[in-house]
């Protein structure tokens, strides 16, 4: 044991006493007692920057901005849609918050007032806009002026923690998935997906030509002239060393900071350099010598590889809605089994990938017909129009999209089935066609995703998107679901916005026993927390429905083995949230101490008063004076104020009463229900 010196194990481990000693009085040896020091220092939990360490932070910043050495993280933007992210994080405002990240808004841009949103939304306390931010890619790094700004702004420890956790231990780029998996193809040996080896230099890679195709003009001409090719030769004179830096970058790897060159390798450093740089004019990729020189400063190479991501990204999704988008084939459901794809084809796809038109999506097409007005109708016909209409909505449709085994490999379900002895895994002279159980809209959805890690859906299909990534176990797919329904569903709402929903379950815009019956099928934790949410604030329209009964029912039933005394997951939550609802009305406000400060003593001690203070007062109580006021000429009276009433019809004197007696009312319309099912929580 090295720490055997006399000390007690137990001061050592917590660096507590030991540390406060100089050398000179421990027995430990000089060098070890570094170490502990420097262990200590480690355990500490780090601080926040004081204010004048902020402003010499931000000044350094500025300058280093103004040189150009690196860019500016947070840029200032004017715009309208800006403007309208910034006002909803000021608000807690999650579907406009959502709507916005959707339409493509810079979530680390600042306002004229140098703030971020997520600066916005720490500041204010709202923590479910916070998270969204950090889920989208809103930047949050300790030696950064806002990062540590953002931390010394937030209101409570809660959100400050949620702000370290993502600084020290989750990544701010959200295209980081994508470039991890396409970087792992260059070492993936099960099961083979490469189609093409490029040699240079007595080095051979085994790659693949839709990679190189999209993110390289010059692999695009040479493919685009010979797509059957499986060997291609670069010049002899490219040293193996850039060879491989440029292959790794085409393929999302980082850049390395040291270049592997002296006598070992054949090249000097000068050489490697230069072959690099030759090599990214002959394939035509001019990022390359940049991101190794910026390798060597953190900032610097982070931007860098940010910038580099991003642009691969578009790139690869141009290529994506070129050609596997824009190939894709429409056929009937009775003729898909005579389609015929052969192995070389121009966009390389080695598996083709069918959904079919869910029979419910043609039924609702029969169902309504547009509104004819003079002969004419505003609106696409559908229904019973023609003869030929019925001809073509009676015959299923099925959409078959060409794709290849190496994107589709994010997913576990076709992980699991092309490295298995499932009949899909063995390669034929025609391409394999795979039936995916989900509609053609929802294929793309997920298509589009694999390739491109783009998920932009509308809520109306979010259920089905989140169904689907379930079965092919995409599991961020599916948060990304959750999050669309979680923000565009509208959980948080305000006390009055909530009374408007009584009485009207049937207008809401989303199916809220379904989602919470999604959320138990596929365990996102993240949409019963919603549900729960959204139930509490419009509790007044469901406590009475059927379907709420049951919904509890069924939460009670999901519990094995269940006993009496077992709480009900659902019912639990439901009844947090709407103490949440209504403590955020009064809670901690003190206005029951406010308003008996401000009462007056009932009687008064006439003996401590003067004589003629008591002669006025007695004067004044004598006076006949009418509390009826004439009302001027042309003077309307005043008009009675509304009644406020609670749920069961009572009358009280103001808002605050209102919601403490329809919080009982409720609680005790939820014991009712209990005892009706017969259930005890």
Partial sequence: NPFNFGVDWYMVTCCLSISLLPPRHCRLPSSHFDLLLLATCMMEEPTVLRKDQLEISLVNEKQLIKEGTIKDDNPLDLSEPFHQLCSACRQGDLKVCQEKITEGVNVNARDPYDYTPLI????????????????????????TFQGERCLYNALNDRIRNLLLEYDYSKSTDPLQPLAAHITSLLTRESPLTTDIVVTASDESLHLHKFILAARSPYFYDKLA????????????????EAFGVAIKYMYFGEAPRDLRSGPGTGFTESETFAGVDRISKYLEIPGLLDSILDSGDRRRARQRRTDDISKGRDQMEQWFQENILGNKLEVETSKVNEVKWDRSNAIFADVLLRADELPEEEEEANIDTPEVSNGTSNSIPVGSISTSNEKRLDKPKSVIFPCHRAMLLRSEFFQTMFTS????????????????????????????????????FPLEIAIDVLFAADMLFIEKLKTKAAVVISTLGSAGMSQAEAAKTRGMADEDDIDIYSIVRAAWLTRVQRLEEFAARYLAYRLEAHIDSPEFAELIQESASRIKARQETDSIEMLDDIRFYLGERFRLRFDEAGLHEMMEEKELPED???????????NITEGVQNLDVSRKAIPSQGQQPHAHAPEIRTLDGAVVVDEFSEDAMNYEILLEKLDDLLERLNLEA
């Fill in 120 to 143: 916005l939304a720490s500041l204010c306390g709202h923590y479910e806009v916070v998270q969204l931010l950090l889920e989208s890619g809103a930047l949050c790094e300790r030696d």
């Fill in 225 to 240: 002239v010979a797509p059957e090719s499986a060997t291609l030769d670069l010049p002899n004179t490219i040293p193996p």
């Fill in 421 to 456: 002895t499932f009949r899909e895994a063995y390669l034929k002279e025609h391409l394999t066609i795979i039936n995916v159980n989900c509609s053609p809209e929802v294929l793309e959805i997920i298509l589009t995703f694999l390739y491109t890690e783009r998920a932009d």
């Fill in 604 to 614: 008064l001690d006439g003996d401590g008063q003067p004589e003629d203070v008591i």
